[in-house]
């Protein structure tokens, strides 16, 4: 049983992506910046559209994260119990961990994106 791949692998994904969300959401950042927080054209027009930005975007990291982090658990057990051969479970592993980085944050910025799009007009003043 190689121990490392119930460290690494799309569970770890899933804590960064909790600890990230739930700093945020703890210690969001007070002021636009292009170091911290949910950085994006649309998120930077003004304070009201960064805090609320950040916020959305960091509670859906959190739960993305508890989502990566019990699935990465469940996949991890699955593929070492059924898999003999070492190097297709590391394999798998690698992969599944690429995509779990890659896929909630696309889902992230999406839905931010959308949120924005939903809560602001134009004029980029609450609706």
């Excluded at 739930?22 to 002021?31: E, G, V």
């Excluded at 003004?46 to 989502?67: H, L």
Aim: proline letters at 3%.
């Amino acid at each position: 049983m190689n121990f490392a791949n119930y460290i690494f692998g799309p569970q770890l994904i899933g804590i960064i992506m909790y600890l990230i969300g739930s700093m945020m959401q703890k210690f969001p950042p007070k002021k636009i910046n292009s170091w911290y927080g949910y950085r994006t054209e649309s998120s930077m027009k003004n304070q009201q559209t960064w805090d609320e930005a950040t916020s959305y975007s960091a509670k859906i990291m959190t739960v993305a994260g508890m989502i990566l982090i019990i699935a990465g658990i469940a996949f991890t057990i699955a593929i070492n119990y059924l898999i003999a051969d070492r190097r297709i479970v590391e394999g798998l592993t690698a992969g599944i961990t690429i995509i779990s980085g890659i896929i909630p944050g696309v889902i992230t910025i999406a839905k931010t994106e959308s949120h924005l799009d939903r809560t602001f007009n134009s004029k980029n003043e609450i609706r």
